[in-house]
């Protein structure tokens, strides 16, 4: 640091001392924001009281005594507040992981097609793009829940669309997958086969690094992990049925049941974000210059080796940290449930419990803090990703 | 060893597959491979298959005037324009008193005209650019909020605003008042001439116009432009702070920064809503509408440090020495020197920014305050208009609003970025 030396160096005047002065407005800053928070929590301790607010964490035991109507743990009006709170988390990361592989999905194949050379495709994904861009997500929440799925017609009228899948009113209605006694093999298997995949695709590295030969990754991967699933199940005797859905009188019997609420908040978060992750892949791959494409082909790799050897390595380095923070945006936003009613950490949490019982602190502290544990631990590994993927320069 | 020598010419190729012309361009842009040839193919069927009904229902179909509900709900019959028609005052003012009206006017046509000029770049304007400066804003915005309807209604008071603010363009243009100057106006002097304009104040003989009233797009408006105003300076201070070189300032700056964008601005609402009473003595208790406006203010600020901090993070350090071995004190290094620079890197950024800002100020309906999408929503259940077709027809009025606010915003954004690149470009 250069200015280092200068610090050094006793200067002429106490006062024009750079440490001194430094010193001094630090002091000042700590002094402010310590009075500032000092009262902060000296008020809220006498308007607390004052008002015959809850300031302790005693209402965490007590029995809820209100219904939710989406629920992956046990649940019923006599569980407790705490429980709730777990019911509630369950809800949001459940919205956020399908959301993400969706937006995932759909983001890399507009991303691609916006750099298309065919017309027609590029200029439909970036008409779609600008639109998702330029509105508000909590009106495509709405036009998605209010004014798509709220009209669909009712149970008895239901759209199909086959295989035990139809769309009404009340929401998404799929067969019910039921699993029998010797169901857990099956997943053990595919569990298995990945692991298998990973250590072939080890293998494989080491072949090339050492003969040269190129192993077939991708048809030996698919093999693994497909076929010893299939085998299990056939082996055992089918232990997985679907219970398929059937209409008796106004509503269906039967069959898996998914609320509108879930469907549109899955659906408007997902195309939402698509349209930002397909922004962040097409600057990704225009960020590899057009001489590593060039070289590739004069190096006479294919079409397909110079896109799966040459640019998507290079792009990956740019477009991994600013796709993190898409997933991190999709899973903040999907406290935008709460518009909607669908029972996520916001509108259970901080929306009914806290309407309940009042101890507005505690429990907004507790619903900040789950979103920010949630960045931290995303942060964390970012950090590590980049170090392993940073530029290695002499 | 042995030599190749060519012996004999070299056959002749056929001339090349067609390239240009309509065939060729058929065969780029259509029929161009095997994913994108079928893709596109079905990109067209769907365009074919949906713009006929599109434009029967929003035009053709439409029902452009009514007195209630009773003609949307006709089976078969499009776009309820009437309803938006009938509500639109509503949509705009909210439930502000019918009679006070031109007091937002005043504010909007103010303020609109102040911040044109703030955002046009110096230096000349083309014939276009002026003509659009002196009467296009002026007359945007009486078309946007008083509408043409408000002639009727009103006809001096009203043409007297849309005089004002194309005699207020003028006057900021011809006179020559220093970009300082006019800055000066639009942040110390507009906001409190607007706060008493629109509060009412006894010693100007205008009534009071409690806040619970306050509604719909001009609020929207109005909580966007305070958000946004405040977060750059703020956001400037937290980034120099997330990069100074004394630690307890760097510390209280990451801090802040960092959980400000680490939770939902949802969370953020909330607090501001249920906590910042509790936090302050009882008798200083804000306003219902100022705090969740004070919450857009410090979550806006967090967003805008980090992306300023991206600008200062790209000048060069030569930068900053070169500037010290010349004499200046930091904040004459930073003024002149820095962020001149590290703005001008990240405005794309800045405006991107102040979109999703602009966008993020529907959320505010979370805590009661009638914003243009709340007062949509309200609007849309009135059981007088009711009918299938009510809801696709505002939601869509409400997208293009915020289509047009969003994508213009991110047009200028580009245009600025061209000019300030002027001298980057070869």
């Given at each position: 640091?250069?200015?280092?030396?200068?610090?050094?160096?006793?200067?002429?005047?106490?006062?024009?001392?750079?440490?001194?002065?430094?010193?001094?407005?630090?002091?000042?800053?700590?002094?402010?924001?310590?009075?500032?928070?000092?009262?902060?929590?000296?008020?809220?301790?006498?308007?607390?009281?004052?008002?015959?607010?809850?300031?302790?964490?005693?209402?965490?035991?007590?029995?809820?005594?209100?219904?939710?109507?989406?629920?992956?743990?046990?649940?019923?009006?006599?569980?407790?507040?705490?429980?709730?709170?777990?019911?509630?988390?369950?809800?949001?990361?459940?919205?956020?992981?399908?959301?993400?592989?969706?937006?995932?999905?759909?983001?890399?194949?507009?991303?691609?097609?916006?750099?298309?050379?065919?017309?027609?495709?590029?200029?439909?994904?970036?008409?779609?793009?600008e639109?998702?861009r330029n509105?508000?997500?909590?009106?495509?929440?709405?036009?998605?829940?209010?004014?798509?799925?709220?009209?669909?017609?009712?149970?008895?009228?239901?759209?199909?669309?086959?295989?035990?899948?139809?769309?009404?009113?009340?929401?998404?209605?799929?067969?019910?997958?039921?699993?029998?006694?010797?169901?857990?093999?099956?997943?053990?298997?595919?569990?298995?086969?990945?692991?298998?995949?990973?250590?072939?695709?080890?293998?494989?590295?080491?072949?090339?690094?050492?003969?040269?030969?190129?192993?077939?990754?991708?048809?030996?991967?698919?093999?693994?992990?497909?076929?010893?699933?299939?085998?299990?199940?056939?082996?055992?005797?089918?232990?997985?049925?679907?219970?398929?859905?059937?209409?008796?009188?106004?509503?269906?019997?039967?069959?898996?049941?998914?609320?509108?609420?879930?469907?549109?908040?899955?659906?408007?978060?997902?195309?939402?974000?698509?349209?930002?992750?397909?922004?962040?892949?097409?600057?990704?791959?225009?960020?590899?210059?057009?001489?590593?494409?060039?070289?590739?082909?004069?190096?006479?790799?294919?079409?397909?080796?110079?896109?799966?050897?040459?640019?998507?390595?290079?792009?990956?380095?740019?477009?991994?940290?600013?796709?993190?923070?898409?997933?991190?945006?999709?899973?903040?936003?999907?406290?935008?449930?709460?518009?909607?009613?669908?029972?996520?950490?916001?509108?259970?949490?901080?929306?009914?419990?806290?309407?309940?019982?009042?101890?507005?602190?505690?429990?907004?502290?507790?619903?900040?803090?789950?979103?920010?544990?949630?960045?931290?631990?995303?942060?964390?590994?970012?950090?590590?990703?980049?170090?392993?993927?940073?530029?290695?320069?002499? | 060893?042995?030599?190749?020598?060519?012996?004999?010419?070299?056959?002749?190729?056929?001339?090349?597959?067609?390239?240009?012309?309509?065939?060729?361009?058929?065969?780029?842009?259509?029929?161009?491979?095997?994913?994108?040839?079928?893709?596109?193919?079905?990109?067209?069927?769907?365009?074919?298959?949906?713009?006929?009904?599109?434009?029967?229902?929003?035009?053709?179909?439409?029902?452009?005037?009514?007195?209630?509900?009773?003609?949307?709900?006709?089976?078969?019959?499009?776009?309820?324009?009437?309803?938006?028609?009938?509500?639109?005052?509503?949509?705009?003012?909210?439930?502000?008193?019918?009679?006070?009206?031109?007091?937002?006017?005043?504010?909007?046509?103010?303020?609109?005209?102040?911040?044109?000029?703030?955002?046009?770049?110096?230096?000349?304007?083309?014939?276009?650019?002026?003509?659009?400066?002196?009467?296009?804003?002026?007359?945007?915005?009486?078309?946007?909020?008083?509408?043409?309807?408000?002639?009727?209604?009103?006809?001096?008071?009203?043409?007297?605003?849309?005089?004002?603010?194309?005699?207020?363009?003028?006057?900021?243009?011809?006179?020559?008042?220093?970009?300082?100057?006019?800055?000066?106006?639009?942040?110390?002097?507009?906001?409190?001439?607007?706060?008493?304009?629109?509060?009412?104040?006894?010693?100007?003989?205008?009534?009071?116009?409690?806040?619970?009233?306050?509604?719909?797009?001009?609020?929207?408006?109005?909580?966007?432009?305070?958000?946004?105003?405040?977060?750059?300076?703020?956001?400037?201070?937290?980034?120099?702070?997330?990069?100074?070189?004394?630690?307890?300032?760097?510390?209280?700056?990451?801090?802040?920064?960092?959980?400000?964008?680490?939770?939902?601005?949802?969370?953020?609402?909330?607090?501001?809503?249920?906590?910042?009473?509790?936090?302050?003595?009882?008798?200083?208790?804000?306003?219902?509408?100022?705090?969740?406006?004070?919450?857009?203010?410090?979550?806006?600020?967090?967003?805008?440090?980090?992306?300023?901090?991206?600008?200062?993070?790209?000048?060069?350090?030569?930068?900053?020495?070169?500037?010290?071995?010349?004499?200046?004190?930091?904040?004459?290094?930073?003024?002149?020197?820095?962020?001149?620079?590290?703005?001008?890197?990240?405005?794309p950024?800045?405006v991107n920014?102040f979109i999703?800002?602009?966008?993020?100020?529907?959320?505010?309906?979370?805590?009661?305050?009638?914003?243009?999408?709340?007062?949509?929503?309200?609007?849309?259940?009135?059981?007088?208009?009711?009918?299938?077709?009510?809801?696709?027809?505002?939601?869509?009025?409400?997208?293009?609003?915020?289509?047009?606010?969003c994508f213009g915003m991110s047009r200028y954004s580009q245009?600025?970025?061209?000019?300030?690149?002027?001298?980057?470009?070869?």
């Amino acid at each position: 640091m250069s200015l280092d030396a200068a610090r050094e160096r006793p200067s002429g005047s106490f006062f024009y001392n750079p440490r001194v002065r430094g010193l001094f407005w630090q002091a000042v800053l700590i002094l402010v924001v310590g009075f500032l928070g000092y009262e902060a929590v000296v008020n809220a301790a006498t308007n607390m009281r004052a008002r015959g607010i809850p300031t302790d964490f005693a209402f965490w035991d007590r029995v809820a005594s209100f219904d939710i109507n989406l629920t992956l743990i046990s649940y019923s009006a006599t569980s407790t507040y705490g429980r709730a709170f777990m019911v509630g988390l369950l809800n949001t990361l459940l919205v956020a992981a399908i959301g993400v592989v969706l937006a995932t999905v759909l983001g890399f194949f507009l991303g691609i097609a916006r750099l298309s050379k065919n017309f027609v495709v590029a200029k439909l994904s970036s008409f779609y793009v600008e639109i998702m861009r330029n509105t508000p997500l909590l009106l495509q929440l709405l036009f998605i829940y209010n004014a798509v799925l709220k009209p669909l017609p009712n149970p008895r009228d239901s759209i199909s669309f086959g295989a035990g899948f139809y769309l009404n009113n009340r929401g998404l209605v799929m067969p019910d997958p039921q699993f029998a006694p010797g169901a857990g093999f099956i997943l053990a298997a595919g569990v298995a086969g990945i692991v298998a995949s990973v250590f072939y695709r080890i293998y494989a590295k080491r072949r090339q690094a050492q003969t040269g030969e190129i192993l077939p990754v991708g048809r030996v991967s698919a093999a693994l992990i497909l076929l010893p699933p299939v085998i299990v199940y056939l082996l055992l005797g089918q232990p997985i049925s679907f219970e398929m859905p059937i209409l008796r009188g106004f509503n269906f019997v039967g069959g898996l049941r998914v609320l509108p609420e879930f469907v549109a908040l899955v659906l408007g978060l997902s195309l939402y974000t698509a349209a930002f992750i397909a922004e962040i892949v097409r600057a990704g791959i225009l960020a590899v210059s057009h001489g590593q494409t060039e070289a590739a082909q004069s190096l006479g790799l294919s079409r397909s080796q110079t896109l799966k050897l040459v640019i998507i390595p290079q792009a990956q380095r740019v477009i991994i940290p600013p796709l993190t923070n898409q997933f991190l945006a999709l899973t903040k936003n999907s406290s935008l449930a709460v518009f909607i009613g669908y029972p996520d950490l916001v509108q259970v949490f901080a929306g009914t419990v806290l309407n309940q019982t009042g101890a507005a602190v505690q429990v907004i502290a507790i619903t900040m803090a789950v979103y920010l544990v949630i960045s931290l631990i995303t942060a964390v590994i970012m950090n590590l990703y980049n170090r392993r993927m940073a530029l290695v320069e002499r | 060893m042995s030599l190749y020598l060519r012996r004999d010419e070299a056959p002749t190729m056929p001339p090349p597959v067609r390239a240009g012309g309509a065939i060729g361009w058929l065969k780029d842009n259509i029929f161009s491979g095997w994913v994108s040839g079928p893709l596109a193919l079905a990109f067209i069927a769907l365009i074919v298959w949906v713009t006929p009904d599109l434009v029967r229902f929003f035009i053709l179909d439409a029902i452009w005037t009514a007195d209630d509900g009773a003609a949307c709900r006709v089976q078969g019959t499009g776009a309820c324009w009437a309803f938006v028609d009938r509500k639109l005052d509503f949509f705009r003012y909210g439930s502000y008193p019918v009679a006070e009206h031109w007091r937002v006017d005043v504010v909007i046509m103010l303020g609109t005209v102040l911040s044109a000029r703030l955002l046009w770049p110096d230096g000349k304007k083309s014939t276009f650019g002026l003509f659009a400066f002196l009467i296009g804003i002026p007359l945007f915005i009486f078309l946007m909020i008083p509408g043409p309807a408000a002639i009727i209604r009103e006809p001096s008071l009203e043409l007297a605003i849309l005089a004002g603010g194309i005699a207020l363009a003028c006057a900021l243009e011809f006179s020559k008042l220093r970009t300082l100057w006019v800055g000066l106006i639009f942040f110390v002097l507009y906001p409190v001439l607007g706060a008493y304009l629109l509060k009412g104040s006894p010693l100007l003989g205008l009534i009071h116009v409690d806040t619970n009233l306050w509604g719909g797009i001009f609020l929207s408006l109005l909580v966007a432009t305070i958000g946004i105003v405040f977060s750059l300076p703020a956001g400037i201070l937290l980034a120099l702070g997330r990069r100074s070189e004394l630690p307890a300032v760097r510390f209280f700056s990451i801090l802040y920064i960092e959980f400000v964008r680490g939770v939902p601005f949802i969370t953020v609402l909330f607090m501001a809503n249920t906590m910042l009473p509790l936090f302050v003595p009882d008798n200083w208790s804000p306003d219902r509408l100022m705090r969740p406006i004070v919450g857009f203010a410090l979550f806006a600020a967090a967003y805008m440090a980090e992306e300023v901090r991206g600008g200062l993070q790209a000048i060069p350090k030569g930068q900053s020495e070169g500037a010290m071995a010349l004499g200046l004190s930091y904040w004459q290094r930073m003024r002149l020197i820095i962020l001149p620079q590290a703005l001008t890197l990240v405005i794309p950024g800045i405006v991107n920014i102040f979109i999703s800002l602009f966008k993020d100020t529907t959320l505010v309906a979370i805590v009661g305050i009638f914003d243009f999408l709340r007062a949509i929503d309200a609007a849309r259940i009135d059981p007088v208009w009711s009918g299938p077709t009510v809801s696709p027809t505002v939601y869509t009025f409400a997208a293009a609003f915020y289509f047009i606010f969003c994508f213009g915003m991110s047009r200028y954004s580009q245009m600025m970025e061209e000019r300030l690149n002027a001298g980057r470009r070869r």
